[in-house]
């Protein structure tokens, strides 16, 4: 099932979401976080994942509460549509430059979620408090599922580290997710 759509609502925030995994990287998305806004339209653009997602939360409190509620909303829409897994290549690698930064991504798509996350930042970017970075991955490994590996080789530059982890991490996704025209799962267990 490459089309999903599903809603999560809290006392804190209220999300809508539909996603095509194999789409053509389209994107609306309003989570009322500027900045997490432009990554996630990094996300959909590079994987090909189709995203429209809709989002209000206590963004007067702070952005916690929505980057956390996407990430997990977007993992269970990955999720819904992944499993149970076809003939798809499973793993998933990219190193992405952005000037002098460089981000390792490593994915398995394999229904056990894991996060090994290394990007050794701090402080803000804009208004974005960049501590949300890891609070939105850790929520999206763990709903979608798979196990994700993203380090920063190098870099300097907050902007560039953080966007070149969520484009890292949509061309391994696009990588992961492609057919592999052998017809079986990718596992010798034959599940995932």
Do not use: W
Not at 102 to 123: H, K, M, T
Not at 177 to 186: D, F, K, M, S, T
């Amino acid at each position: 099932m490459a089309e999903v759509s599903c809603s999560r609502e809290t006392k804190e925030t209220q999300i809508k979401t539909s996603i095509n995994i194999y789409g053509s990287g389209k994107y609306n998305i309003e989570t009322g976080v500027g900045f997490f806004d432009h990554m996630l339209h990094a996300l959909s653009k590079h994987s090909m994942v189709d995203i429209d997602l809709k989002a209000t939360g206590d963004t007067h409190i702070d952005d916690h509460h929505t980057v956390e509620d996407v990430g997990i909303l977007l993992g269970t829409a990955f999720a819904k549509a992944i499993y149970p897994v076809g003939s798809i290549e499973r793993y998933g690698s990219a190193n992405i430059v952005m000037d002098e930064a460089l981000i390792s991504c490593d994915l398995d798509i394999s229904n056990r979620p894991y996060l090994y996350f290394d990007l050794p930042i701090d402080g803000k970017v804009g208004n974005f408090d960049v501590e949300l970075v890891e609070e939105f991955f850790r929520a999206f490994v763990l709903n979608a599922k798979i196990t994700l590996h993203i380090s920063m080789v190098r870099g300097r530059n907050r902007h560039h580290i953080i966007e070149g982890a969520f484009k890292a991490l949509a061309v391994a996704l696009r990588r992961a997710l492609a057919e592999n025209g052998r017809g079986a799962v990718p596992s010798t267990k034959g599940v995932i």
